[in-house]
């Protein structure tokens, strides 16, 4: 069965050090990967994505993430946060199935100190 | 464009009311969505409709229905609402199913007593 994994329900830092979320996937066909961010009180936004080709992608707000085929990690990293950072951020699989299934994990609430 | 949109923004039903869930885009997206939001839980497909006429069932359809009478509105229906049902839902849509993201309205806030 498919799954997604965020491995850390809740990640402090304090502002302007680099912040790692991590994400871990199951399945047993091709994937398409995202990462979300959820700021309090609102929908969803899309902050990159990952289709195909370079496994670095670049997102939004600075933040970067790195596929791992052999791991099937898809990890979210930006150098440096702000407190406007803080938010809850979600890893989200859709499955290359030719159906629309997407799988989201259980979210990452990252809280940035001053 | 007013992107997704969604009403209520919050709800109190009493166990066995029942309801309707709006959501409307302007995007002309094929795609359409609706997920429950759990604490500790991410978000969860309820339904999707991939054009207007098709829906289809999610991973937590039960006491739920849909219809996508027009590509621009899809509504959900709480059948006999039930204090499991207490989530925010969010509906999406998207250009087309797998490759392109989901753009997320701003949730609607349901409590069951």
């Known amino acids: 069965a498919q799954s997604v994994t965020q491995l850390d329900s809740q990640v402090p830092v304090f502002e302007e050090a680099p912040v790692e979320l991590r994400c871990n996937y199951s399945?047993?066909?091709?994937?398409?990967l995202f990462w979300y961010v959820q700021y309090p009180n609102q929908g969803l936004q899309l902050l990159l994505k990952?289709?195909?080709?370079?496994?670095l992608v670049k997102g939004i707000n600075g933040f970067e993430a790195e596929f791992n085929k052999s791991q099937t990690s898809f990890h979210l990293r930006k150098p440096s946060v702000h407190i406007s950072d803080t938010a809850e951020y979600f890893c989200?699989?859709?499955?290359?199935?030719?159906?629309?299934?997407?799988?989201f994990g259980a979210g990452t609430r990252l809280f940035v100190k001053a | 464009n007013a992107g997704v949109t969604q009403t209520p923004k919050f709800q109190v039903l009493k166990t066995g009311q029942s309801m309707t869930l709006q959501c409307a885009q302007d995007?002309?997206?094929?795609?359409m969505s609706w997920y429950r939001q759990d604490p500790g839980m991410g978000l969860r497909l309820i339904h999707y409709?991939?054009?207007?006429?098709?829906?289809d069932q999610g991973e937590v359809p039960n006491g739920y229905n849909v219809s996508r009478s027009t590509t621009e509105d899809f509504p959900l229906r709480l059948l006999s609402a039930a204090p499991s049902q207490t989530s925010v839902y969010f509906c999406?849509?998207?250009?087309?199913?797998?490759?392109?993201?989901?753009?997320f309205g701003p949730g609607t806030r349901l409590t069951v007593t």
């Open positions: 999406a849509s998207s250009l087309s199913g797998w490759v392109n993201e989901q753009y």
């Open positions: 399945s047993s066909v091709s994937v398409y």
């Open positions: 990952y289709l195909s080709g370079s496994t």
């Open positions: 989200a699989v859709t499955l290359n199935t030719g159906g629309f299934k997407t799988i």
């Open positions: 995007m002309n997206h094929e795609y």
């Open positions: 409709s991939v054009g207007a006429g098709i829906t």
